[in-house]
Every structure is written in C-alpha cells, then in structure tokens.
Nanobody, 120 residues
Framework: QVQLVESGGGLVQPGDSLRLSCAAS????????MGWVRQAPGKGLEWVSI????????TYADSVKGRFTISRDNAKNTLYLQMNSLKPEDTAVYYC?????????????WGQGTQVTVSS
C-alpha cells in the first residue's frame, strides 16, 4: 500500500521558517521523482518544487526560488521542503507527490497534505 505522509506544517509569522517532511512507503522511493505542490485557499494547485530520483536536479517555482529548498534522503525514504522567509502568500495546504517520470508529466501518488499558515 502506497503512502505519502506529510508533516511539519503549522502556524508561523512572516519571516519565520518551517521544514516539511514527507515519509514514503509502499513503493521504491529512490526511483521516483518527487515534488511539492500547494493549494492556497480558494485557488488551484500550484507546483512548488521538484527533485529527481537521485536528488541531483531540483527546480523551483519563481514564487519560492531563493527561499525554499527541496531535498530527499533515499535511505530514509523521506522528502523535505525547507521553507525560509515565509510570506503570508505561502499560506496553503502543501502536498508531496511522486512521479515515475522525469521530467514529470503527472504524479502517480499523492499525500494527504499539511497546512501551512503564515500570519502575524
């Protein structure tokens, strides 16, 4: 049974940092590209960042470039998103997702999401 379980979300103030984690099981994590996708209240899905299976290639949406860092630990089957200098517009539910393709055309598996709220 495939599972992607996000954690690390919460309520923070503008300028703060958070680190999201996504624990994967039920599939060969090290062979999948991974991504973070978010959905702000009342808006559609927005891709945030992607990392290839080996971790050597990463891409970021312009809205988070320079502030967020995606990484993975294939030995621990875990994906991370380090978020620094958070802004109110980063408020969203953050999902991790796995894809057997790279470049990613579509995601095969999704997590349940973790809420990030940035507010003073």
């Amino acid at each position: 049974q495939v599972q992607l379980v996000e954690s690390g979300g919460g309520l923070v103030q503008p300028g703060d940092s958070l680190r999201l984690s996504c624990a994967a099981s039920g599939f060969t994590f090290s062979t999948y590209a991974m991504g973070w996708v978010r959905q702000a209240p009342g808006k559609g899905l927005e891709w945030v960042s992607i990392i290839n299976s080996g971790g050597g290639n990463t891409t970021y949406a312009d809205s988070v470039k320079g502030r967020f860092t995606i990484s993975r630990d294939n030995a621990k089957n875990t994906l991370y998103l380090q978020m620094n200098s958070l802004k109110p517009e980063d408020t969203a539910v953050y999902y991790c997702a796995a894809s057997g393709d790279y470049p990613i055309n579509e995601y095969d598996y999704w997590g349940q999401g973790t809420q990030v709220t940035v507010s003073s």
